[in-house]
Each structure stands twice: as structure tokens, then as C-alpha cells.
């Protein structure tokens, strides 16, 4: 490999690319440094915010999806009880109980070894699956930490499909 080949990966940042779709989007976002990008984003529940960090030493792009909802302490063994049941049934990333900070979390990653670049495309959906995990399920999460539900009961009533139309 040469060195101009070296200096095209290492500058390559596919952090860019969130930016371009925030600008695009008009969502607010932040560069706060060359490795990471958080953007902002509602969704019919809530505001999510999307932290994008590139990790050049592995070539991998991690992403952090949080929401507004605090655990109070009463009922944290309940909602690590509801991440594990929802977990079982992702096939791409997965939730986070954040004990220190009390907060729920979606995590992901991308993985872009040998110099791979993220195409918009592949933003883009990175992107879409958090926001749809998390669309799916805060209210589950609700239902345990605001209603007092079990995490069974909460997926239950969060879960079911709406057929037809009224």
C-alpha cells in the first residue's frame, strides 16, 4: 500500500456523510470533534439523539441512539428484564441499560474494514433502524418505568399489530 493510498483512508471520515443528511434534512446537529456527531431527531414519541462516533483504530462506525427517559432505581430491574426480552428479538443492534446515568439506550455498529466507505444508503438505514427500534419500543419502556407493568405485560401492550381500519 502506498503512502497516498494510507492518506486517503485516514481521511476518509464517514462522519460526513450524517452531516450531509442533517443539513439535508434540517435537523440539528453537532461536530464536536473530528470523530464524533450527534444529531437530533423526533420521532412520534420523542426526540432522539443519535451519536455517531468513527473509531478509526478499527474501522467501525458505532452508533448511540438515547432518549428522554430517566429509570428511576425502583424500577431498573424491571426494565433490564424488558431490554433482554426485546433483545432476543433484534437482528440488528441492540439496547443498553446505562445504569450510572439511569438512561436506556440503542447501540449499533458498522463496520467498514479495509478502507470500505459508508454510502449514503447505508447512512441512511444506520440511521432509520435506530429510530425505528426505539419508535418501537418506548413505549414498552414507559409502560414499566411510568404504569408499573412487568416487562411481559409491557411488550404485550406495546407489541400487538393493528389490522384493518376503523
Not at 7 to 36: G, K
Not at 113 to 128: I, K, N, R, V, Y
Request: hydrophobic content about 45%; glycine content about 4%.
Amino acid at each position: 500500500m502506498s503512502l497516498t493510498d494510507l492518506m486517503e483512508i485516514s481521511a476518509y471520515n464517514p462522519l460526513d456523510n450524517f452531516e450531509r443528511l442533517a443539513t439535508t434534512r434540517d435537523w440539528a446537529f453537532d461536530r464536536s470533534s473530528d470523530d464524533e456527531v450527534t444529531l437530533v431527531v423526533t420521532g412520534e414519541w420523542t426526540e432522539y439523539h443519535l451519536s455517531f462516533t468513527w473509531m478509526t483504530e478499527i474501522e467501525a462506525l458505532h452508533l448511540a441512539c438515547a432518549f428522554d427517559l430517566k429509570v428511576p432505581a425502583l424500577r431498573r430491574t424491571e426494565v433490564i428484564e424488558l431490554v433482554t426480552k426485546i433483545n432476543e428479538q433484534m437482528w440488528i443492534g441492540h439496547f443498553d441499560f446505562w445504569e450510572k446515568d439511569g438512561l436506556i439506550m440503542f447501540r449499533h455498529a458498522l463496520m467498514l474494514a479495509g478502507g470500505t466507505s459508508a454510502t449514503d444508503d447505508q447512512c441512511e438505514a444506520l440511521l432509520g433502524a435506530a429510530v425505528q427500534a426505539c419508535e418501537r419500543h418506548f413505549q414498552a419502556f414507559q409502560f414499566v418505568v411510568w404504569a408499573g407493568k412487568t416487562a411481559r405485560e409491557a411488550l404485550s401492550a406495546s407489541l400487538f399489530e393493528t389490522t384493518g381500519r376503523a
